[in-house]
């Protein structure tokens, strides 16, 4: 079995972010509102309002499940990173937790991946900035780390 890549982890890690209430609650996360518009918990786990307060190790537990599940939904429709390195698949990975293994699945991203078209992939991953109709600064950096990733072999 193909083990998630620890650059998957540190990318959602680094742009989902462990969102605490330092003055009320320093050592849980809350649920809050993510840019997009759900209720989110933890390093980017949708949950719903009433989701009870977790602790960072809680958060982990959340976080390997959401990329393992990521990770199935990637090689489900991207069968072409089987065997292209880790960063590549790492890229991918975390563009699937973030958006959705659905955005995945419609996407001329998901084509371009299949036909190691690794160029075309990168141009098509860096579309992919938008929320709520406008441009989030966030996925933009978001996707130019992945952009990084994909792009380390060619």
């Not at 809350?30 to 918990?41: D, E, K, L, N, V």
């Not at 089987?82 to 955005?103: C, H, K, Q, S, W």
């Amino acid at each position: 079995m193909i083990k998630v890549p620890q650059a998957a982890i540190d990318l959602a890690k680094h742009f989902e972010g462990f969102h605490r209430v330092p003055r009320e609650d320093p050592d849980r996360a809350h649920p809050y509102i993510c840019p997009a518009g759900f209720w989110t918990i933890g390093y980017g786990h949708i949950c719903d309002a009433q989701h009870p307060p977790i602790t960072e190790a809680e958060a982990e537990v959340y976080l390997a499940r959401d990329l393992q599940t990521a990770l199935v939904a990637t090689l489900r429709y991207c069968p072409a990173l089987v065997t292209e390195p880790d960063g590549r698949l790492a890229a991918i990975v975390d563009f699937t937790f973030n958006l959705g293994a659905g955005r995945l699945q419609t996407s001329t991203l998901r084509r371009r991946i299949n036909q190691q078209d690794w160029s075309s992939a990168a141009t098509e991953l860096g579309r992919w900035v938008h929320g709520g109709s406008r441009v989030l600064p966030g996925l933009v950096s978001r996707r130019k780390a992945e952009i990084e990733l994909l792009a380390q072999d060619f």
